[in-house]
């Protein structure tokens, strides 16, 4: 499943960027997506999650309230809405997907992972 991942950019704090990831593949519209970060000298971590049907959602601590994770399964797409950001969200941003149709937290539960994309929020 071919994963490109778009719209990272460089934003002030407070600002919103909105991520899209366009995945090729029938495993798409049956399997869940998720969104990551890393660090300069950090693990990648968690930051999202969205079901087969939009119907479930999961959020790291960190973005609850913040950040939205939403999906057009006849475009293909899953999007990371990020509002009020901070200059600690500054990260590379993957998209990836899994196979199952439940939302999942670790990074290995994902086969698929898209080459990132860099969100850098200034102070």
């Known amino acids: 499943v071919p994963l490109q991942a778009c719209g990272g950019g460089l934003v002030q704090a407070g600002g919103s960027l909105r991520l899209s990831c366009a995945a090729s593949?029938?495993?798409?519209?049956?399997?869940?997506m998720g969104w990551f970060r890393q660090a300069p000298g950090k693990e990648r971590e968690f930051v999202a999650a969205?079901?087969?049907?939009?119907?479930?959602?999961d959020y790291a601590d960190s973005v609850k309230g913040r950040f939205t994770i939403s999906r057009d399964n006849a475009k293909n797409t899953v999007y990371l809405q990020m509002n009020s950001l901070k200059p600690e969200d500054t990260a590379v941003y993957y998209c990836?997907?899994?196979?199952?149709?439940?939302?999942?937290?670790?990074?290995?539960?994902?086969?698929?992972w898209g080459q990132g994309t860099q969100v850098t929020v200034s102070s």
């Open positions: 990836a997907a899994r196979a199952g149709w439940r939302t999942s937290k670790p990074r290995d539960e994902y086969g698929y």
């Open positions: 593949g029938r495993t798409f519209s049956t399997g869940a």
């Open positions: 969205i079901g087969w049907s939009g119907g479930s959602t």
